[in-house]
């Protein structure tokens, strides 16, 4: 594999590839030293930071080169109980309820009284189309009750209701 191949390959996938050498690094920055990924490289080499880098592109300093590699064996190493575990331990990660808030019931069902009637218009429609008239009209008056601004709406939907 030729130096450009391998560096290619490590700018690809940092955390996997081996790091090409110093010599090779240097190399590049002066063929390619308007491009940012060697720059940062080259910082890493020298151990100083590029002021050119700092100036032109800014935003590299979040740049995955710069981050340490990733041990990918400490991660599966640990069990879920052990996660659930270390992240009980931690004081400010857990959630608490206030000590003075009003414990209430969770309701899992809608609160409907006997007397309360689910109305929509898609309802009245159904009744409709089942021929069941009376109950679409009534439908209808409560909705135009519910919604005074829409009272003329429903009143002419009575009308054509009645009428048919």
Not at 98 to 105: K, M, Q, S, Y
Not at 136 to 147: E, F, T
Request: with cysteine; aromatic share 6%; proline share 5%.
């Amino acid at each position: 594999m030729t130096e450009l191949e391998s560096l290619k390959l490590y700018l690809s996938s940092p955390e996997s590839a081996p790091k090409p050498s110093d010599e090779a690094i240097r190399g590049f920055a002066a063929r390619f030293g308007w491009f940012a990924p060697v720059r940062i490289l080259l910082e890493q080499c020298s151990g100083a930071p590029d002021a050119v880098l700092s100036v032109v592109a800014p935003w590299r300093e979040e740049s995955s080169l710069r981050l340490g590699r990733i041990d990918a064996g400490a991660l599966v190493r640990l069990t879920s109980e052990e996660v659930i575990d270390r992240f009980l331990r931690e004081e400010d990660l857990r959630i608490v309820a206030d000590e003075h808030a009003p414990e209430e019931e969770v309701r899992t069902e809608p609160d409907l009284d006997e007397e309360d009637e689910v109305v929509s218009e898609e309802l009245a429609e159904i009744y409709l189309s089942q021929g069941l008239r009376d109950k679409a009209a009534a439908i209808y008056r409560k909705l135009s009750l519910l919604n005074p601004e829409k009272s003329v709406y429903f009143a002419e939907l009575i009308r054509k209701t009645e009428k048919q």
